[in-house]
T-cell receptor, first 112, second 113 residues
Framework: GEDVEQSLFLSVREGDSSVINCTYT??????LYWYKQEPGAGLQLLTY?????DMKQDQRLTVLLNKKDKHLSLRIADTQTGDSAIYFC????????????FGKGTLLTVNP | NAGVTQTPKFQVLKTGQSMTLQCAQD?????MYWYRQDPGMGLRLIYY???????DKGEVPNGYNVSRLNKREFSLRLESAAPSQTSVYFC????????????FGPGTRLTVT
């Protein structure tokens, strides 16, 4: 079955880069996503990458995909205190039900 | 556009009571989903509706029922609430002819005592 794994915690200093890692097991994944959840809020889509790409950049965010190792990462440049949140990795393996499988989330703490 | 809306935002129930969580989306999406979020467990899919008129079980359907009332609305019902159903419930929707990203509502925080 599908499984998505993430480390649970990451702590960085303001201004540093943050790298959040994710591994997945389903080799038929078509899209992979990063969501952000701030305290008391719903999930907000940050970015996604199609499985035939190996990198996507969007302002301070860089997504790297290593399809051979089934490894996805999210790099946040110049991390700010407002980036403190839980970050979820998710994958879509296609099919007619369009379900996503989520990791358990990584709590990013940005220290001033 | 309001996106995905959920009501209520907060609810406290006693064990054995019933309630319905409401979800609506104004993005004309075909597919809708109900998740629960518990500490350390991530998001787990309860039920989903791939299109209007269809519903299917997800990972943790026991104790819940759903209704896809029309294309816009997808409700989740707890017939006899149990303390194990204390959780935060999220509704989401997606348009299948896109990159399948799901859009989430703000959540309903439910406590069962």
């Amino acid at each position: 079955g599908e499984d998505v794994e993430q480390s649970l915690f990451l702590s960085v200093r303001e201004g540093d880069s943050s790298v959040i890692n994710c591994t997945y097991t389903d080799s038929s994944s078509t899209y992979l996503y990063w969501y952000k959840q701030e305290p008391g809020a719903g999930l907000q889509l940050l970015t996604y990458i199609f499985s035939n790409m190996d990198m996507k950049q969007d302002q301070r965010l860089t997504v790297l995909l290593n399809k051979k190792d089934k490894h996805l990462s999210l790099r946040i440049a110049d991390t700010q205190t407002g980036d403190s949140a839980i970050y979820f990795c998710a994958e879509n393996s296609g099919g007619s039900n369009y379900k996503l499988t989520f990791g358990k989330g990584t709590l990013l703490t940005v220290n001033p | 556009n309001a996106g995905v809306t959920q009501t209520p935002k907060f609810q406290v129930l006693k064990t054995g009571q019933s309630m319905t969580l409401q979800c609506a989306q104004d993005m004309n999406h075909n597919s809708m989903y109900w998740y629960r979020q518990d500490p350390g467990m991530g998001l787990r899919l309860i039920y989903y509706s791939a299109s209007e008129g269809t519903t299917d079980k997800g990972e943790v359907p026991n104790g819940y029922n759903v209704s896809r009332l029309n294309k816009r609305e997808f409700s989740l019902r707890l017939e006899s609430a149990a303390p194990s159903q204390t959780s935060v419930y999220f509704c989401a929707s997606t348009q299948p002819d896109s990159s399948y990203e799901q859009y989430f509502g703000p959540g309903t925080r439910l406590t069962v005592t």
